[in-house]
């Protein structure tokens, strides 16, 4: 019985000393009040103010070569629920393993996570309080100066004996794949991003139609500064079988001014179907996929799918500026918006401006585990935008939050 002991201990130290066991926690609540936010006010129209919470339980752990993650999630609207309901409400934001296959390959499937370049066309989407994860087998490679990874997942909604029929989740993805290779050479950077997705054709059960968006992107840093381009074409065919020809340009310029300031210029070009060209059959819009539109487009969301622009396109010309002050950041940001093409509105082409925004946002570190802040965005919008989104354009429209973000650590080893 002695020996038996011993040796249960001795594993047991073995298993201690070799395994990592880390129990973390979110809580985030953020209050909003809604005044013109995502789209236009009307005469009738009242404010709107609510606090949604998203809580998570994350749970990692390591041992030789192998990696679990769970993240257990809960969204609510304080108040949704009734008294002394059971209302379910936690669901699984992220379950997956990863094998390190060696000490550049590794291997990861599950329910998973993650950014891919500036976030722009595939993201956690963490402004959203329930945030994008996917189901499916990832393959990452790395080195110094070189990084591959590959993403595929393939979509079903339920267990059958024959055929693969998605109709159940249209709207969703049936298949995915993403390939993204970087190459570093010195203060240069080029990386091409390639991502193919399709969709099950409505009311079938065996036809699929494929999107593939593929471009490059070029990094260069110089001292206190950092240059950005990007370029991406979309094809294939769209969710209804439309011919896809659209594309996206980008460019952004960092600077940092001294150890406390930094301001960047930047410049994006989505594609849009010009309206009055009605002879034109291809879908000439280009869609974000699943990327991030709230860091990149403003903080009032009125402009990130192609709907929101009635498929006429984007152009954004945008000045961010942040100032870091000890425990405080502060940042203060303006926003060009016009349409890529024209927009047609009883039966005369109208102009491309859409509208101007300003966004100001303050961040406090209280400390370890907790952060506050807080938002305000304006948006004063031209005619155009109106007819798009209907509502008017008098007065501003407005946006504020306040959210504050507890991170604890509840055991680590």
């Known amino acids: 019985m002695k020996k038996l002991l011993l040796i249960i201990s001795l594993l047991l130290i073995n298993y201690i000393a070799n395994a990592q066991l880390s129990i973390n926690a979110e809580y985030r609540p953020r209050f909003e009040l809604r005044d013109g936010y995502s789209t236009l006010k009307t005469d009738d129209s009242e404010p709107a103010y609510f606090t949604t919470q998203r809580t998570r339980l994350y749970l990692r752990h390591t041992y030789n070569t192998v990696t679990s993650n769970l993240s257990i999630q809960d969204y609510r609207i304080w108040g949704d629920s009734k008294f002394k309901s059971d209302d379910p409400g936690l669901s699984i934001y992220e379950a997956w393993f990863k094998l390190d296959l060696s000490s550049r390959w590794s291997l990861s499937a599950g329910r998973q996570s993650f950014d891919i370049d500036n976030k722009r066309l595939f993201s956690k989407a963490n402004w959203n309080q329930v945030s994008l994860s996917h189901d499916g087998l990832n393959i990452d490679f790395m080195n110094e100066n070189f990084q591959l990874k590959i993403f595929t997942a393939f979509n079903q909604a339920k267990v059958s004996n024959f055929g693969t029929d998605y109709s159940a989740q249209i709207s969703n993805y049936k298949f995915l794949n993403v390939i993204w290779l970087e190459k570093k050479l010195g203060n ?139 425990d405080w950041s502060f940042s203060l940001n303006y926003y060009y918006f016009a349409l890529a093409s024209y927009y047609v509105y009883e039966g005369k082409k109208q102009s491309k401006f859409l509208a101007n925004e300003i966004d100001f946002i303050a961040n406090y570190k209280v400390n370890d585990i907790i952060n506050l802040e807080l938002g305000y965005g304006m948006l004063f919008a031209g005619k155009t935008l109106e007819y798009i989104k209907g509502g008017y354009t008098n007065g501003i429209q407005q946006f504020f939050y306040t959210m504050i973000t507890v991170k604890p650590v509840f055991f680590k080893n």
């Open 188 to 326: 240069i950077s080029m990386a091409n991003l390639t991502i193919t997705d399709g969709f099950q054709k409505e009311g079938t059960t065996n036809t699929d139609y494929y999107r593939v968006t593929s471009g490059l992107i070029f990094k260069y840093k110089v001292p206190k500064g950092n240059l950005q381009l990007r370029g991406f074409y979309q094809t294939g065919k769209n969710k209804t079988g439309q011919d896809i020809n659209a594309y996206f340009v980008s460019t952004d310029y960092e600077q940092k001014i001294g150890n406390s300031f930094q301001s960047s210029l930047g410049f994006e070009l989505m594609s849009g179907n010009d309206l009055s060209d009605t002879l034109n059959m291809d879908d000439n819009a280009f869609d974000i996929l699943y990327g991030s539109g709230h860091a990149f487009n403003g903080m009032m969301d009125y402009f990130s799918t192609p709907k929101t622009t009635s498929n006429a396109g984007l152009v954004d010309v945008h000045l961010k500026n942040q100032a870091i002050i000890k």
